[in-house]
């Protein structure tokens, strides 16, 4: 144990590991902080490189692009009062209106601060939580494998924005996808057309860069942006100082935010987007002065930054612990894992020991070049915000062609990225989410093969999956998820219903 | 708006389940028992349980779907003129003749027109910042393949 831990260390320290980790850290700083570019789409663009590298170098950059852009989002959000990301949307609330009464510096320190402690809370608790709860997955059988995945399947709801339908045709269109290409167990050629590319399936890498990437290029075109109108962070180095420790005087705040964060990130389907309001609201509701909130509150800033960044350990807990992504970052991450022959997992916490012990060390060098390139970077960032839409989504486009291209050398899987560039982007004009496309997509194979793998072993019968103790637990979570769903929606009705009734004036 | 997406949800659904289905999934299904088990561990039960699945959502947005103005009214989607149409239609235009032409004209020489052309599409009319971008972005990404990666994009007739 000792030998695997130093070994990864070894490697882990390594000037290759750290220098993608900077870089990693740098770009997803940049993505994030640019609206319109994500994280995720970052992560799409760059995890072909990653299967170019050593794990544990491809897997550490992964890991800092993910990091700097959850926090990158803050430093638009404080800026220009536009989210770089949805994760740092309720940053806006009071970044905004710090940096427009002249305390950018303040804001984004605070920022860097919050951003950092809720990141190391969540890497605590990944690294204590998953072995446990991987030992346990262990004794999982495909039975039980199909249930989780199952219930994993149930929180895609949660993704739905006002119409759950639509987020429905969204993730069993993911699934029909996925169903093309050669059937594991059967051999069955499905759903082809006589296409050879298309035998080993659609390629999952072009698949998301053109959702997510070209998808996401598509919209910011047809808004077109030019430059944009950003805040100055003034002062000397004094006007601006936060120090760790005026953080810490928020520690409610501080707790309160990570336990949200890490807790939310845990759960599949929940992000970054929904912990940073939780905690923006939980701290409004908690403070003393919840009037100050909206106009300028340094709380205001802590709370979320705290909440969104305390997401980023979590959500690896059920992809490590299950191989089950929990959202789209983790699912995209799981596209690199596979291709660097790694297969998240139970099994992976005994077969491949060094590499989980690199990515926990990983996790928090990543953590460490997110502070120092953030603060290194405080002023420079009111230059790169004003780099032109035009050249900016140009590039960017390239990049996503060359990424796809990179998989399998082929121009097949451009033509998807492509394809699904325009499908993407028709879907978000429509209101149709991409997000549970993509986590069908990667769910329904291990869904399918869990089930036949379960019938197989019971000889054709379905009641393998109620006698297993575990199965059935996540059988009735799953039933219990998806009638609390329809409650709540039913509730959210007739909340609605109520108010016109109550205000028959309001629709004129 | 969803009406006609429901609709169209709809017929590909009845499409999926009784032509396609049946045409592009050939091998019959796999011994594993009988009854239910039997055929949910064959290929064919899923892509037909998601055409039924795709059908009875059809239906419900056929039935309960929102005009385009309540669902740009709930935050979803984004309203849609011509400019940006053709902008949209322009940058889709310029994907696709890359597509085609790059194992035609090779990546270095394609991928700078098409960077500029997007780039003018978008409104950017710096032309010599444009030319100097458009270059070293596309030989960056040519150089960063080749030796970084081993990876030779496509050279055209130039190779």
Same mark, same amino acid.
């Given at each position: 144990m000792l030998d695997q831990l130093v070994q990864a260390a070894t490697a882990v320290l390594g000037w290759e590991t750290l220098a993608m980790i900077l870089v990693g850290t740098i770009l997803g700083m940049v993505v994030g902080a640019l !609206? =319109?570019?994500t994280a995720t789409m970052a992560m799409a663009i760059f995890s072909p490189l990653t299967f170019f590298m050593p794990p544990l170098v491809g897997i550490p950059f992964l890991l800092g692009i993910y990091k700097g852009g959850t926090y990158g989002g803050s430093i638009s959000a404080i800026l220009i009062g536009t989210p770089g990301t949805a994760s740092n949307a309720a940053t806006v609330m009071d970044g905004y209106p710090m940096a427009q009464q002249g305390r950018a510096g303040k804001a984004m320190q605070a920022s860097i601060y919050a951003s950092t402690v809720g990141d190391l809370f969540s890497n605590v608790v990944l690294v204590l939580a998953v072995w446990p709860i991987a030992m346990i997955a262990l004794k999982f059988g495909p039975a039980e494998i199909f249930a989780l995945i199952l219930f994993s399947m149930t929180i895609i709801a949660s993704l739905a924005g006002s119409s759950l339908s639509k987020c429905l045709v969204s993730a069993t269109l993911g699934v029909m996808l996925a169903m093309i290409g050669v059937d594991t167990i059967s051999g069955a050629s499905r759903l082809t057309f006589g296409v050879s590319d298309l035998q080993g399936g659609i390629s999952y890498i072009p698949f998301v860069i053109g959702l997510f990437g070209l998808g996401e290029i598509f919209v910011q075109v047809s808004k077109r942006t030019g430059h944009l109108t950003v805040m100055d962070v003034k002062g000397g180095p004094g006007a601006n100082r936060v120090t760790f420790r005026e953080i810490l005087g928020y520690k409610r705040t501080v707790l309160r935010s990570s336990l949200i964060g890490t807790g939310l990130g845990a759960l599949p389907g929940i992000g970054a987007e929904t912990s940073c309001w939780v905690a923006y609201a939980m701290a409004k509701r908690a403070s003393r002065h919840p009037e100050r909130f909206g106009k300028g509150e340094i709380e205001g800033v802590i709370a979320p930054e705290v909440g969104n960044n305390a997401v980023c350990g979590a959500t690896m807990v059920p992809l490590l612990a299950?191989? +089950? !992504? =929990?959202d789209v970052v983790t699912a995209v991450m799981l596209g690199a894992f596979i291709a660097q022959g790694l297969r998240p997992g139970p099994l992976l916490f005994k077969e491949n020991i060094t590499e989980i012990y690199g990515i926990f060390i990983a996790l928090f060098l990543a953590t460490l070049a997110m502070f120092v390139v953030a603060k290194l970077s405080v002023r420079l960032w009111v230059r790169i915000l004003q780099v032109p839409a035009g050249l900016l989504y140009p590039v960017v486009t390239m990049l996503c062609l060359a990424g796809a291209y990179? +998989? &399998? &050398?082929?121009l097949f899987d451009v033509g998807i990225a492509i394809a699904f560039g325009i499908v993407g982007y028709m879907m978000r004009m429509t209101g149709f989410e991409v997000a549970p496309m993509v986590l069908a997509f990667i769910l329904a194979p291990m869904l399918e093969q869990s089930l036949t793998q379960s019938l197989m072993m019971s000889h054709g019968s379905p009641l393998i999956f109620v006698t297993r103790p575990i199965a059935l637990l996540f059988l009735v979570l799953t039933a219990v998820s998806v009638v609390l769903y329809i409650r709540s929606g039913w509730r959210a009705r007739e909340l609605a219903a109520d108010k016109t009734g109550a205000d028959p004036g309001a629709g004129r | 708006m969803d009406r006609w997406l429901g609709g169209a949800l709809l017929l590909g659904a009845v499409l999926l389940y009784f032509v396609v289905v049946p045409a592009e999934i050939v091998i019959p299904r796999i011994q594993v028992g009988g009854g239910v088990g039997g055929a949910a561990a064959s290929p064919l039960f899923f892509p037909r349980l998601m055409a039924v699945v795709l059908g009875f959502l059809g239906v419900l947005l056929l039935l309960r779907g929102r005009s385009r103005a309540e669902t740009l009214l709930a935050g979803e989607g984004f309203a849609f003129g011509r400019a940006q149409a053709a902008r949209v239609c322009g940058t889709a235009a310029i994907l696709v003749a890359y597509l085609a032409l790059l194992d035609l004209i090779g990546y270095l020489l394609l991928t700078p027109v098409a960077l500029a052309g997007l780039s003018i599409l978008l409104g950017f009319r710096r032309w010599l910042t444009l030319a100097i971008v458009a270059v070293s972005v596309s030989a960056t990404i040519y150089l960063g393949f080749r030796l970084g990666m081993k990876i030779l994009l496509p050279e055209g007739f130039l190779g």
């Open positions: !609206p =319109g570019l299950f191989g +089950i !992504p =929990g990179a +998989i &399998n &050398n082929s | -």
